[in-house]
DNA sequence: CTGTCGATATCGTGG
DNA sequence: CCACGATGTCGACAG
């Protein structure tokens, strides 16, 4: 063997316009091993569970991944149009369906995901087939991302000046009785602050988080106290704007990289 | 041909293990036939746009669609590690990377994916590549669901006494200052009664937001006005019930579907 | 385009 | 298990 490109461990196996029968075979083989399956062909899906859902023939393609997931994906959209979470069981099997009318007694191939809590099911049942791959590898490595609600916290907390002059942050997540405050601190004249990030433009909700958290520690601190709401993003649409001002509260607008 | 299995149209090309050369013709001819095309192989994965990413060489599936989407899938986890929503452009080609210290001067097969609006970029490199399929195929049918908000709008509206004995529903989409209140109408008193659906049990924020719709309603219908606010959901957390306690908001138990 | 909100949201973290 | 909040959330729909 000569040198050059590292051999990998990984493998795909291939089956093409294989029978029902053949295919069944190749992907209860494949997730016996744990491998990454995906089937392409004509199929129907029932979903039935937190919602319930069916869908006619047509072409897909299903992904069943080694950890219970399971997605059917159309030609269209980034999202699959089934699904099943991890943790699920894969179950494979080729089904006379004579009583079905549908399948008209025709045989099919029938992928099943499942799970008990919550209670549910997803069906794919294809007429036909005319791809099974079964895929495995290594994939040691972790996605590194950056531009995030923690990156937008770090660059306050190493420059509290970014936030106004005299800031001093005093904690990360602490406790209220609303929940954990992104940032709590003091201003220049020793008035408390709690700061709500946010790593993009934001709408009313952010700023019914920010109020929950002023007002719960408005009673923590005993009545009197004056609490200070800040929210920090990149920047606030119209009507959360208009909420800010309603509730006496104040918007600092920060990205959460400096480029 | 014998009768039986209706002949589909869906079509499935394979490449097992290919030079970087043949994936490379293969994805750029697939693409301009508007296929939907998968890779697996060994790559690296870099994203820059909304935030920025990195992914170090990993066995990994991606998926181009025709319509712009792509994807970028590990052996595990439901998401995608990296994407691209639709409406971008896929482009790939080969490149001897003679700089670029990783790939050591070695030849890799590169899929690119981007828009301009937000200035986003996906790009996937691959020194290995084990499998290229093209998939072709149809489908006409729409996903049918069931268990949604709006059935639960729509079980409220056929028999209004689930709310609470004579309820009487006035609008849906009612517009106010908070935005659209999703069931407006009155009670037996006659009172203003604002109702907020959600399939499943809720938190915090919902009531927040039916919080929001009962203010502005009071603002626009005078200040002497006496709205109700109704929360209905299968079941609601510690916390949001007692900010419904705290603001004066109810709470009435109802599944989107009667079983 | 922006704004708003639903979703079988998913995902991670903490209790 | 449940609760809570972030997400490159995605999508759909309205303006």
New binding site residues.
Partial sequence: MTSGTPTSSARAVTLEQPTLGAACEAIADALEREALVTVFGRCTVD?E???S?TLEAGDRHVMLKPDG?ALVHTDE???PV?????GCTHDVFCDRAGDDIDANGAETLVLESGR??PD?R?CVRFQDVLQVSAFSGTDENELT?S????DLRQRILEEPTLLEAGFRPLATERETA???V?IYGEDAAGRTVVV??????V???AVG?LR?YVDALERDLHADADVRGILVAPSV????DRLLVDHGLEFVSLEPTSE
Avoid: F, H, I, V
């Avoid at 089934?82 to 991890?86: A, E, I, R």
């Avoid at 709500?196 to 433009?201: P, V």
């Avoid at 649409?237 to 959360?240: G, I, K, M």
């Fill in positions: 979903y569970g937190r919602a859902s997931a959209g980034q999202q089934n699904w099943q979470p991890p008990p809590t549910e997803l991302l531009g995030t609600e923690e609303a929940g954990a992104d709500e990030l946010k790593r993009r433009r709408g009313p909700d988080q929950r649409t119209d009507r959360a």
